[in-house]
T-cell receptor
Framework: AQSVAQPEDQVNVAEGNPLTVKCTYS??????LFWYVQYPNRGLQFLLK??????LVKGSYGFEAEFNKSQTSFHLKKPSALVSDSALYFC??????????????FGTGTRLLVSP | NAGVTQTPKFQVLKTGQSMTLQCAQD?????MSWYRQDPGMGLRLIHY???????DQGEVPNGYNVSRSTTEDFPLRLLSAAPSQTSVYFC???????????????FGPGTRLTVL
């Protein structure tokens, strides 16, 4: 079965510093990987995806993610954190193949706290 | 566009009571799904639908029923609430463009349910 792991419950970073939120995956076949963000009292919002192609994927709000096949990782990064980036971040992997509806398997989430 | 809307935002039930969580989307998406979010467990898929009249089970379907009579609406029914169903429930919708192998999911704001 497909799975993702987020090893850190919380990441703390000072505003202006670079941030990394870690995700590792376990899949059979080619991985389709995603990052979603959840702001307080809101639903999840899509940030970015890796399907194929360049290992560095750029997404919304200045976030990017680096796909590393040898390390089976898909870490979320941002060069300069903002206080407004404080939120809960979920890594997810597609479960199953083909077109149409695709089930997503989510990680347990990492809370990012950016201090002023 | 309102996107994905959910009602109510909060609900408290007693064990054994029934209720329906409402979900509607105005994006003409084919696919709709229900997730529950529990601390330390990420999001888990309850039920999903690939079109009006078509539903299927997800990872944790027990205790929940769904139906899809229109493209817009996808209600989730709890027939006899149990404390284990205390959770935050998210509805999501998505589409699959022709030829695409991925469809981003759009999430509603959630319903926080407590079962006493």
């Amino acid at each position: 079965a497909q799975s993702v792991a987020q090893p850190e419950d919380q990441v703390n970073v000072a505003e202006g510093n670079p941030l990394t939120v870690k995700c590792t995956y376990s899949v059979s076949g080619n991985p389709y990987l995603f990052w979603y963000v959840q702001y307080p009292n809101r639903g999840l919002q899509f940030l970015l995806k890796y399907i194929t192609g360049d290992n560095l994927v750029k997404g919304s709000y200045g976030f990017e993610a680096e796909f590393n096949k040898s390390q089976t990782s898909f870490h979320l990064k941002k060069p300069s954190a903002l206080v407004s980036d404080s939120a809960l971040y979920f890594c997810a992997v597609r479960d199953g193949g083909g077109t149409g509806f695709q089930k997503l398997v989510f990680g347990t989430g990492t809370r990012l706290l950016v201090s002023p | 566009n309102a996107g994905v809307t959910q009602t109510p935002k909060f609900q408290v039930l007693k064990t054994g009571q029934s209720m329906t969580l409402q979900c509607a989307q105005d994006m003409n998406h084919e696919y709709m799904s229900w997730y529950r979010q529990d601390p330390g467990m990420g999001l888990r898929l309850i039920h999903y639908s690939v079109g009006a009249g078509i539903t299927d089970q997800g990872e944790v379907p027990n205790g929940y029923n769904v139906s899809r009579s229109t493209t817009e609406d996808f209600p989730l029914r709890l027939l006899s609430a149990a404390p284990s169903q205390t959770s935050v429930y998210f509805c999501a919708s998505s589409y699959s463009p022709s030829g695409s192998s991925y469809n981003e999911q759009f999430f509603g704001p959630g319903t926080r349910l407590t079962v006493l």
